[in-house]
């Protein structure tokens, strides 16, 4: 079976700088606060190209309306489009059909007992009928390996934050 969606032509050849990350992407997004001057309650999101502009809104469970995607909800389609585009490429380069896969994405925002602060939790869900459990299961674990979102959630990731002049 064909599978009409364009697959990124990556190649890790390129990829590489020393020891240092070269971006091959870099998506830039700014969020303001809005009404309440609250990013996360009431805040709107918009990227510099224009393809993303929508407003934030916190959860019920965090004291918001819950009119608009949180930053979780957010997160969470990204580390599961991630890992399903991972588990899609290696699924075609063995021949497999990657249509049937869904990725479901769950992420916890709460608190830190170390440290009173926040954190996140991830888990994920992976449904791949048709596929022996066994062979899911490996490309599962080498997809897991390629997706940068999985990554970050087990390793952490660089991170900088600075003020602006």
């Given amino acids: 079976m064909s599978d009409p969606s364009p697959v990124p032509a990556l190649s890790p050849d390129d990829d590489y700088d020393g020891a240092a990350v070269a971006p091959i ?66 699924a075609r380069r063995h021949a497999l059909d990657p249509a049937p896969i869904r990725v479901d994405a769950s992420v916890s925002f709460g608190r830190d007992p170390a440290d009173g602060g926040y954190l996140l939790r991830t888990e994920l869900l992976v449904e791949w009928p048709e596929v022996d459990r066994s062979t899911a299961a490996e490309l599962l674990a080498k997809a897991a390996g390629l997706c940068p979102y999985v990554k970050m959630t087990r390793q952490g990731a660089p991170s900088t934050i600075r003020l602006a002049p």
């Fill in 25 to 90: 992407y870099t998506a830039r997004v700014g969020v303001s606060g809005g009404a309440s001057a609250h990013g996360r309650a009431t805040g709107r999101a918009r990227s510099s190209d224009g393809a993303l502009d929508l407003e934030l809104r916190a959860p019920r469970e965090l004291g918001g309306d819950a009119a608009g995607p949180n930053p979780e909800q957010l997160f969470a389609t990204a580390v599961a489009a991630c890992l399903h585009g991972a588990l899609s490429l290696l």
